[in-house]
T-cell receptor, first 115, second 114 residues
């Protein structure tokens, strides 16, 4: 089984709060991307990081932000939470090549519920 | 823009039946095409991929051929097993547009009955 680790697995927050999700890719993989999965919108791209630099960003409001650390671990933060932010947030790593390649291994996700 | 359309599910089959899940796409140029599978309670796993026209991706008995003329990438398996029950996502990545992100279809749930 792929070794992308996401923490926590489940999270319950209330409107207006903020949340930070964590993702640790497989060792040696420098590319990390984040996706939001909801029943209504399906899988939507949030952002991608490579070697601590954001390479791409999806069409989400500025409340959604992320970063990547020198050990390739990544965090995403959502501020001023809204009910519509309830979703499964998935992190994926690409390959080990210079450009990172396509997302290959996804973590099991963090299920965020907003009350 | 880029888009992926998949057949709606659920698809319910008996064990050892033949599987086809249709996928068509809209994109400029020559995107790379992928199938991902999501088992209950888990994240997505890359199942197979094809990067150019007429390429055939295959893995674990599943196959899909990149058809540029019909803009399709249908997933097939000759004999499904109960363990294949999952949600299958077709996706593309179009570096021609400078975007490295995947564009996913809505997913097709497969239920295989013993």
């Amino acid at each position: 089984k792929a070794g992308v680790t996401q923490t926590p697995r489940y999270l319950i927050k209330t409107r207006g709060q903020q949340v930070t999700l964590s993702c640790s890719p497989i060792s040696g993989h420098r590319s990390v991307s984040w996706y939001q999965q909801t029943p209504g919108q399906g899988l939507q791209f949030l952002f991608e990081y490579f070697s601590e630099t954001q390479r791409n960003k999806g069409n989400f409001p500025g409340r959604f932000s992320g970063r990547q650390f020198s050990n390739s671990r990544s965090e995403m933060n959502v501020s001023t939470l809204e009910l519509g932010d309830s979703a499964l947030y998935l992190c994926a790593n690409g390959g080990t090549g210079v450009m990172g390649g396509q997302p290959q291994h996804f973590g099991d996700g963090t299920r965020l519920s907003i009350l | 823009g880029n888009s992926v359309t998949q057949m709606e599910g659920p698809v319910t089959l008996s064990e050892e039946a033949f599987l086809t899940i249709n996928c068509t796409y809209t994109a400029t140029g020559y995107p790379s095409l992928f199938w991902y599978v999501q088992y209950p309670g888990e994240g997505l796993q890359l199942l197979l991929k094809a990067t150019k026209a007429d390429d055939k991706g295959s893995n674990k008995g599943f196959e899909a051929t990149y058809r540029k003329e019909t803009t399709s990438f249908h997933l097939e398996k000759g004999s499904v097993q109960v363990s294949d029950s999952a949600v299958y996502f077709c996706a593309l990545r179009n570096l021609n547009t400078g975007r490295r992100a995947l564009t996913f279809g809505s997913g097709t749930r497969l239920q295989v009955q013993p």
